[in-house]
């Protein structure tokens, strides 16, 4: 069986919610399937397609999704994914080119509302709060998922303005002596203050790529906020800039969740505590990194890690 | 042979071809652009020259006297009724005392405007104690002298065939030989309004005219199209409503000017009963003209606003609204201004809606707001164009110097606020 079929297989397929335990022999809910059922044989070992492999459930969850589903107009782009990730961890979500991974980023602060053809079902909560309920506003979530970019986005306003902007919106400091000081701690956490400690009336755009990304990352820490998206952060940067950031994300991890897209193995393997590798819209496997890249369960996250899907 | 060798030679075959191609090409394009330059040189030399003349004007010396029992008879001041034009015609007797009769007198006087007479009684307005008092003064001569001295007459022409008599003429001459006949600066063509004697009108009422027009038009239509730019791109839902606005706004772009001139007549003026022939009606018009482009214009420089710096504010927890004013309105503005500057300047430009609503009439007083009576610079440059005295033919090419001039501060204005602001970041 090719695999567009056995995507195709698994998206008409309805599948219950929790995909509970190990999901390598357990059999889904009901099959409406025409090729009698989803369970393929991928090089010799029995495993049900969308049921995910190994830990995607974990300790003090404080981000859930169960089974999401993303759909831009007929494009069943995140089918079926459940997952949880803790407050004190980096976890990664890797995948080939259009697997879902920054599509599934961006429903965890609601950037999806801002494309009209998005529909998404399926429930998130954050701290136990339904994230697409009905009395949640996504302004306040944004403030508590922070998120940064793939190309480093600063406004074109000064670099002391892009920090303080957030504070500003959010009415976090009450006088100028407390925005300084949160615009300060930000820089400083973000390990820019140094470099620019001089000139923050400088337009932030006059910055070289990695000190961008690195304004960025503080104009999002700058709100305080629980979980930090970050959407391929480093893709943009040469490998000094991004030894830097991954530094930075280490440090970060304290007190931050983060939540990390990244196309590159090594800096999944670096950074992230947890690897989740998304296949078609499907999360295939979630496992410690260590284990992922030592000795993945599923036959794709091998093809994946070895370079075989890429 | 190599395969390789092969390509090579077919591709080097192919070359003079492509070469010439490219020539002609080129060749083509400078021919259109030599071809433009030299229409829009002839155009701007011809006016140059033409409208040369209208900025100097021919002016006559006169020992004047404030005779008292004609401006105050009997010690009662009588401004209005007073004989003005009298006391100019004596003046220029006393010049020629050898002139006798009606019909010879009557040829003198006329190488004096009639705006001598006003200019005297503006002088005693001004300052009473002149009266009684003897002056020289220069007053404008009329414009059959004025063209005579400016060479639009010529003289060797049999005499039934030119304004000026013979005796006319050696009066001139004799006035020009005393030091009395003198052209200088044309400080009535831009401090005047319109007026039936060449050598009186000025643009000045219609320059009022234009500037209250486009206040009102700016006024109007900038937050109304950068509000409908505003909603259209970044908050309206994208159905087939939109759409449709969309393809209206398109089309609303391209209709004739004069078809919003109707408009104005039918809404503004009947219904509405706004005054007619007022800034305000015209203002009203022209903004509905500009609207589209503003709003097309407006719309363009949004789309254009970086689409990662509406992610990053909407990633900080920035609502909407706050998108829109704190980081697309700035990047926007340079482009949303040049957009309105545009849309003024064809405006500015536009006579046709404003025949419609009544501003072609021939108005005399320079309108003091935006209810009174006013015509516009292009519909007055269409006057002049209109009227049969040679004096104005000058008048209208200055006229339209001035409105070119007015085109192009606006265009430049556009161009610098359009530099000033992208180069800020």
Redesign the interface.
């Known amino acids: 069986m090719t695999m567009a079929e056995m995507t195709e297989a698994n998206g008409s397929e309805e599948q219950l919610p929790g995909n509970a335990g190990l999901g390598v022999t357990k059999m889904p809910g009901p099959k409406q399937t025409a090729n009698g059922g989803s369970a393929v044989a991928v090089a010799g070992q029995h495993i049900e397609l969308g049921q995910t492999i190994g830990d995607f459930r974990c300790e003090n969850p404080y981000i859930v999704a169960e089974n999401v589903n993303v759909h831009y107009g007929d494009n069943h782009a995140i089918k079926n994914v459940t997952l949880e990730i803790s407050k004190q961890e980096v976890i990664a979500l890797i995948g080939p080119s259009g697997c879902g991974k920054s599509t599934f980023l961006r429903c965890l602060?609601r950037?999806n509302d801002?494309i009209?053809s998005a529909r998404i079902t399926g429930k998130i909560t954050l701290g136990g709060q339904d994230i697409y309920g009905k009395d949640l506003d996504p302004?306040?979530?944004?403030?508590r998922v922070?998120?940064v970019?793939q190309?480093p986005?600063?406004?074109?306003?000064s670099i002391y303005d892009n920090v303080a902007?957030?504070p500003r919106?959010?009415g976090l400091a009450t006088d100028r002596a407390e925005l300084d000081d949160i615009v300060h701690t930000s820089l400083e956490r973000a390990g820019l203050l140094k470099e620019v400690k001089d000139r923050l009336e400088e337009?932030g755009?006059g910055l070289s790529g990695g000190q961008q990304q690195r304004l960025?990352i503080a104009?999002?820490i700058a709100?305080n906020p629980e979980v930090i998206l970050m959407d391929e952060p480093c893709s943009a940067l040469d490998p000094i800039a991004t030894a830097r950031i991954e530094d930075l994300m280490d440090e970060l991890s304290q007190d931050y969740a983060i939540v990390i897209v990244t196309h590159s193995m090594q800096q999944a393997a670096r950074v992230s505590k947890r690897v989740a590798y998304f296949h078609l819209g499907l999360l295939v496997e979630v496992d410690e990194t260590d284990r992922i890249f030592t000795n993945p369960q599923h036959k794709l996250t091998e093809d994946y890690i070895t370079g075989r899907i890429g | 042979m190599e395969s390789s060798q092969i390509t090579r030679r077919k591709v080097e075959a192919g070359l003079p071809r492509r070469r010439r191609r490219e020539f002609l090409f080129q060749l083509a394009g400078m021919l259109a652009t030599t071809v433009g330059i030299v229409f829009l040189g002839v155009f701007f030399a011809d006016l140059f020259v033409k409208s040369s003349t209208a900025f100097v004007q021919t002016f006559v010396k006169l020992d004047v006297e404030f005779t008292e029992n004609v401006i105050a008879p009997g010690g009662e001041w009588d401004l209005t009724y007073a004989d003005f034009d009298g006391l100019v015609r004596s003046a220029l007797r006393s010049e020629f005392p050898g002139v006798s009769g009606r019909s010879e007198r009557r040829e003198l006087n006329r190488l004096v405007s009639v705006g001598a007479g006003y200019q005297m009684r503006d002088m005693i307005e001004a300052d009473p104690k002149l009266l009684g008092a003897r002056e020289s003064l220069w007053v404008p001569a009329s414009s059959i002298v004025d063209m005579y001295i400016k060479g639009n007459i010529d003289a060797s022409l049999e005499e039934s065939l030119r304004p000026l008599s013979d005796k006319q003429l050696s009066w001139i001459q004799k006035l020009q030989d005393s030091g009395r006949l003198e052209t200088r600066f044309n400080s009535a063509l831009f401090s005047n309004g319109d007026s039936r004697e060449p050598e009186l009108a000025g643009i000045k009422g219609a320059l009022m005219g234009s500037f209250y027009m486009l206040i009102v038009t700016v006024l109007l239509a900038f937050p109304i199209g950068v509000a409908a730019a505003i909603y259209l791109e970044e908050f309206a839902?994208?159905n087939r409503w939109s759409d449709l606005i969309e393809v209206n706004i398109n089309n609303l772009a391209a209709v004739p000017s004069i078809v919003f001139g109707l408009l104005g007549l039918a809404v503004f003026i009947n219904w509405m009963a706004i005054p007619r022939s007022a800034p305000l009606v015209g203002g009203l018009v022209l903004s509905l003209l500009t609207l589209p482009v503003i709003i097309i214009a407006s719309r363009a420089a949004i789309k254009a606003v970086?689409p990662?710096?509406?992610?990053?504010?909407?990633?900080?927890?920035?609502?909407k609204m706050?998108v829109v004013f704190?980081?697309v309105m700035?990047?926007a503005l340079p482009g949303m201004l040049t957009g309105t500057i545009i849309g003024m300047s064809r405006a500015l430009g536009e006579s046709a809606p404003l025949l419609m609503i009544g501003m072609v009439a021939f108005i005399v007083d320079v309108p003091g707001g935006f209810s009174d009576p006013a015509t516009a610079l292009p519909v007055q440059i269409y006057l002049w164009a209109d009227s049969p005295e040679r004096a104005f033919a000058e008048r209208t090419s200055a006229a339209i110097v001035v409105l070119l001039g007015f085109l192009l501060l606006m265009n430049l204005t556009a161009v610098i606020i359009r530099k000033r602001m992208e180069k800020?970041?």
């Open positions: 602060n950037m801002t009209e302004v306040a979530l944004r403030a922070g998120m970019f190309k986005n600063p406004f074109p306003k902007y957030g919106i959010h337009p755009t960025c104009r999002t709100v | 839902p994208r970086p990662s710096i509406r992610e990053a504010a909407l990633g900080l927890g920035a609502s706050q704190h980081h700035p990047l800020k970041w």
